[in-house]
């Protein structure tokens, strides 16, 4: 894990995996997140990570019918600058989650995130712009 100088992270953080955790200045990881780092989880400058957010960077290939769970493949994930994820969210592998955006409670974010939107829901869609 890299970190600025000025975080927090609260007990109970989580990390497994062999990829790289960056956080930007001024960020905060609640109690209890989970990092998952097969590949690289990047967070800007002043993003909030509320309690038990998990950031996940691989998923699996569906194999044969022995073997449901297929071959590994890690993507990272990205959250720039000034974003607030609610307790529980959860980011799924090749995301970015652009500027300025908030991601309500329990949502599940599969894809992409525009800049400075308010995202919600299983999966996570875009509700409102914010300024």
């Known amino acids: 894990m890299r970190a600025?100088?000025?975080v927090d992270v609260y007990a109970g953080v989580r990390v497994?995996?062999?990829?790289?955790?960056?956080l930007g200045e001024?960020?905060?990881?609640?109690?209890?997140?989970?990092?998952?780092t097969a590949a690289s989880i990047t967070l800007?400058?002043?993003?909030?990570?509320?309690?038990?957010?998990?950031?996940?960077?691989?998923?699996?290939?569906?194999?044969s019918a022995e073997r449901r769970a297929g071959p590994r493949s890690p993507q990272p994930v990205v959250i720039e600058d000034g974003c607030w994820l609610g307790s529980g969210v959860t980011?799924?592998?090749?995301?970015?989650?652009?500027?300025?955006?908030?991601?309500?409670?329990?949502?599940?974010?599969?894809g992409d995130c525009?800049?400075?939107?308010l995202y919600a829901g299983v999966p996570a869609r875009r509700l409102r712009d914010l300024p």
């Open 91 to 110: 980011v799924l592998p090749g995301v970015t989650i652009g500027a300025g955006c908030v991601v309500g409670a329990g949502a599940v974010v599969v």
């Open 4 to 6: 600025h100088a000025r």
């Open 114 to 117: 525009a800049p400075h939107g």
């Open 16 to 22: 497994a995996g062999e990829g790289l955790v960056v």
């Open 26 to 36: 001024g960020c905060f990881v609640n109690h209890d997140c989970y990092f998952d």
């Open 44 to 63: 800007g400058r002043a993003v909030a990570l509320g309690d038990h957010v998990r950031i996940i960077t691989s998923r699996h290939e569906i194999g």
